[in-house]
């Protein structure tokens, strides 16, 4: 169901917004209470975490892809009838993403997870700037490689940058350009020779069990989920945040708009999270 989120590309136009944060001190300083004093934290976000990093959406009047929409290239039956134009596709989708930059939310959401040994990222983006964002991390100096797998995070609906093997499954993560000049020259498995695809979930197709058992374990087990830039409508993604409330946690809501989760959760903050979640996650835990 990769993309199948209108409200969130909806999210994407809305960088001009100002920041409210002054106008919120109180929600500020309460979820920051909360997310401070937890030990166990779930983080999910969704598109607009990305926004400020200017992630294009691939929907709309786009040169020459505009012609197709997601929902078009990113199923089976289109990499089955035409592997050729699907990987052209994400080759260029790969391009346009891959010189995106993190911003100061997936910096500032790196720095948690490296730090706080109970916080996990789950995420429902296929753009690798999570990734990105604990790679420079890491390689600034101020924290170990074995810190950062910890805080790898969970990717509810793959990656652009990862290929899976139609035969086998076998997955690499490669950065590479494909080379899509014809069928011959697509991809191939190191292990049994099958055409890779990119590893991410299309439509109509589920999401990986153990994949989403650890999202749900993280989900039932965290005293916060911290929702940033999701209106968090499709599921199962939709019901994480659900699950940490029936477990006894509550849910904070970072976003630029109300969303249904604004009910469920205990402090709804407005604005652009590249904005927020540097001053909301900037504090050391008081204890
Ligand atoms: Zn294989």
Redesign the pocket.
């Known amino acids: 169901m990769e993309e199948a989120r209108q409200p969130e590309g909806a999210q994407q136009r809305e960088e001009t917004q100002q920041p409210e944060e002054a106008q919120q001190p109180e929600e500020m300083d309460h979820a920051r209470r909360l997310i401070n004093s937890a030990d166990r934290i779930l983080i999910l976000t969704g598109a607009g975490v990305s926004a400020e990093s200017g992630v294009p959406t691939f929907r709309g009047s786009d040169g020459l892809w505009g012609k197709y929409r997601p929902e078009e290239l990113a199923t089976p039956e289109a990499f089955q009838a035409d592997p050729r134009l699907v990987w052209e596709w994400y080759g260029v989708r790969r391009e346009r993403v891959g010189a995106c930059r993190p911003n100061a939310a997936h910096e500032a959401i790196a720095r948690l997870t490296l730090e706080r040994e109970g916080a996990r990222l789950v995420t429902q983006n296929v753009d690798g700037l999570h990734e990105l964002a604990l790679e420079e991390a890491v390689s600034n100096g101020a924290y170990s490689r074995s810190s950062a797998s910890g805080a790898a995070p969970i990717r509810l609906h793959g990656s652009l940058f990862g290929t899976r093997?139609?035969?086998?499954?076998?997955r690499t993560m490669d950065r590479h350009p494909v080379d899509v000049e014809n069928e011959a020259s697509l991809p191939r498995?190191?292990?049994?020779?099958?055409l890779?695809r990119p590893d991410v979930v299309w439509f109509g197709e589920q999401l990986d069990p153990g994949i989403l058992q650890s999202a749900v374990e993280a989900a039932e087990t965290a005293e916060v989920c911290l929702v940033v830039g999701t209106s968090a409508l499709v599921h199962p993604a939709a019901s994480l945040p659900l699950l940490t409330r029936e477990s006894g946690g509550v849910v904070v809501e970072v976003n630029t708009e109300p969303t249904p989760l604004t009910e469920v959760a205990v402090v709804s903050i407005r604005g652009p999270a590249g904005q927020i979640l540097p001053h909301l996650l900037s504090v050391e835990p008081e204890r």
């Open positions: 093997c139609t035969g086998c499954d076998y498995c190191g292990k049994c020779a099958a890779l």
